[in-house]
């Protein structure tokens, strides 16, 4: 079964930027929706962002023009470049696959901790 590893969590001060990377265990980008999502202490997850197989993308209000989905399927490494970071940015931070594109997310990453904080 393919695994999902993120990397590239860690602190930051506002203003600032981090990209995490989400690496899958065997070739699965191009043939799955893929997506990122957030957590934050005592609140729901929320979707951040998503990617379908064509390479389309949807952004959560909250982050729209600061962070970027992409995808490297050669690599089978999902991106999420975060600017202009904020204190309500601060999540763990979990990628995801929606192996029939159906918008439920049946694969999971064990996620990483993004802090932003001055």
């Known amino acids: 079964q393919v695994q999902l590893a993120e990397f590239g969590g860690g602190s930051v001060r506002p203003g600032g930027a981090l990209r995490l990377s989400c690496v899958a265990s065997?070739?699965?980008?191009?043939?799955?929706?893929m997506g990122w999502f957030r957590q934050a202490p005592g609140k729901e997850r929320e979707a951040v962002t998503r990617i379908n197989i064509a390479g389309d993308t949807h952004y959560a209000d909250s982050v729209k023009g600061r962070f970027a989905i992409s995808k490297d399927n050669a690599e089978s490494t999902l991106y999420l470049q975060m600017s202009s970071l904020v204190p309500e940015d601060t999540a763990m931070y979990y990628c995801?696959?929606?192996?029939?594109?159906?918008?439920?997310?049946?694969?999971w990453g064990q996620g990483t901790q993004v802090t932003v904080s001055s």
């Open positions: 065997e070739y699965a980008y191009g043939s799955y929706c």
């Open positions: 995801a696959a929606d192996h029939y594109c159906s918008g439920s997310f049946d694969l």
